[in-house]
């Protein structure tokens, strides 16, 4: 999807009235309700023409037919591919975050569980059409204007959710750290390399259990 240099304004629209209507009495309307399920729903078609077709072949066009609408409709709510691709990425790191949160907190951060839970987060749909996106910014000087903020605010939300996550490991900042890099590194290396046939899947298992034992190994010795 080309995002049209001219028209690549990444600030929020303005609220509709609705919306400041539903702000004023407290609660949101039904319009508001039925504009955020569409906008949800071209998002979400936005995610699935990455998956199929990757980022050049992910046109406005596509994701209006994929969402069930026209593209006029689908231009009420996103002005340019550059605002719907913007909302595209936000929401895939929202749900990387709920992800990660579900996962530490409904278990005892046993590195097994911990691992297992990143490992099936990274075959689902958003993870392929994140990795689109993060390819296609490294020769796409639009994209990447887009993709470099959210990136940082990113990583800010996910260092500061982890901490407060993971008490037992306040004691090792360092090493904190250090299995937080090599968890990402790896997990989502090995899911490119299942993807592109670059890594053997009988090797996966061996590789995993490596990766729990050396989280054990930098994990404080009181946790």
Known sequence: MAVSPARKRTERAPARPSTRKAA??????????????????LIEATIQCLVKVGYAGTTTPLVATEAGLSRGAML?????????????????????????????ETTEHEPATMVAAYWKQVHKPAFVAFQELAMAARTDADLAQI??????????????????????????????????????????????GLMTGALDEEMVPA???????QIRTLRPKAA
């Open 76 to 104: 009420h709510h996103f002005e340019n591919s550059a605002t719907l691709i913007r909302a595209t990425i936000v929401e895939l790191h929202e749900r990387r975050l709920r992800a990660f949160r579900r996962s530490s």
């Open 147 to 192: 993709m470099r903020p959210l990136q940082v605010e990113y990583r800010e939300r996910f260092h500061d959710e982890a901490i407060a996550l993971f008490p037992e490991w306040q004691s090792a900042p360092a090493q904190f750290e250090q299995a937080m890099a090599l968890s990402q590194t790896l997990i989502e290396g090995m899911a490119t």
């Open 24 to 41: 004023t009495e407290g609660g949101p309307t039904r319009q508001s309700l039925k504009s955020a399920q569409t906008r949800g729903r």
């Open 207 to 213: 590789l995993l259990k490596m990766l729990e034992d």
